[in-house]
């Protein structure tokens, strides 16, 4: 079983194509500047959202928050009152369950995208998945990951994905723990390790305030040697937590910095 955030059954920006894109709950990174704080965690059934919504779509049962997604109004009032960067909002598939709902969207779609949270810390079950959508539907299977489970050490994972995305948050090991709380050593064991497979989609970078943003792109670039899509995500305060808001500030990056790494990145590809 694996716990599950959303299923956006077409989505054009998870990859090429029309994809479903899968978001599992969960994720070992906290990072600073994240948008979706609320899968990070998963819910430790403390009962505090339940009051709070407006139409009962919350109940506990045998100790456990249940979600009646039919009810919710998705108004985000039990994620506002989470204190465990979390949701009762989420619900657990099996590879047969999660299987069907791509299937009935599969003639209509390219491929599946997995995401998160951190998919990857399901890896035992999308590799079973891989191998279902694959064999069964011929559907095209991309990760969207932040690198940090050790992908050398799951072979037959790497070979059933098409494609991965990762996120590079700093080329600086202690600047990537300041963000994620995590050392990026992994991460870049994997970046090199993909573009060598010739495995990867894209790269992101988040340009964001009080980072050295410059750095990371010139180190990065070095490594992708023009091998793939290098992407840049711009800082936007909306939907990150204070920790995040005192770290990185309200306001996105200014044009000079944001420029200043393209240059880096267009010096790097001559
Ligand atoms: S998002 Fe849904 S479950 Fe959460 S409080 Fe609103 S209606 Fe209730
Ligand atoms: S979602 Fe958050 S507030 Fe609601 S029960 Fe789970 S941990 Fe508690």
Redesign the pocket.
């Known amino acids: 079983m694996a716990l599950v955030n959303k299923i956006i059954p077409f989505s054009c920006i998870d990859g090429p194509g029309n994809r479903t894109a899968i978001f599992f709950q969960g994720c070992n990174f906290k990072c600073t500047y994240c948008h979706n704080p609320e899968t990070i965690n998963k819910c430790v059934n403390c009962g505090k959202?339940v009051k709070?919504?407006?139409?009962n779509?919350?109940n506990i049962v045998e100790k456990k928050v249940i979600?009646?997604d039919k009810?919710?109004?998705?108004?985000?009032?039990?994620?506002r009152e989470c204190d465990h960067l979390s949701t009762?909002?989420t619900k657990d598939y099996s590879v047969d369950e999660l299987f069907d709902e791509i299937k009935q969207v599969s003639p209509f779609i390219q491929g599946i995208t997995v995401s998160g949270g951190e998919a990857t810390l399901n890896i035992d079950f999308l590799t079973q998945l891989f191998k279902k959508v694959k064999e069964e539907l011929g559907l095209t299977c991309f990760v969207d990951t932040n690198g940090s489970i050790d992908l050398t050490q799951h072979e037959e994972f790497v070979n059933l994905t098409d494609k991965f995305m990762i996120d590079i948050k700093s080329m600086d090991k202690e600047e990537h723990t300041k963000i994620t709380g995590l050392n990026n050593d992994i991460v870049i064991k994997n970046l090199k390790y993909l573009l060598d497979l010739d495995k990867v989609y894209e790269i992101r970078t988040v340009i964001a305030p009080n980072l050295d943003n410059k750095n990371t792109v010139r180190e990065a670039s070095k490594i992708i040697n023009n091998r793939c899509k290098y992407k840049f995500n711009i800082y936007r305060h909306h939907g990150v937590r204070k920790e995040g808001l005192d770290f990185h500030g309200s306001d996105s990056p200014c044009e000079e910095e944001i420029n200043k790494c393209y240059k880096i990145y267009n010096e790097s590809i001559l």
Do not use: G, R, T
């Open positions: 959202c709070v919504c407006p139409v779509a919350l979600w009646n009810k919710c109004v998705a108004c985000d009032a039990c994620i009762p909002k």
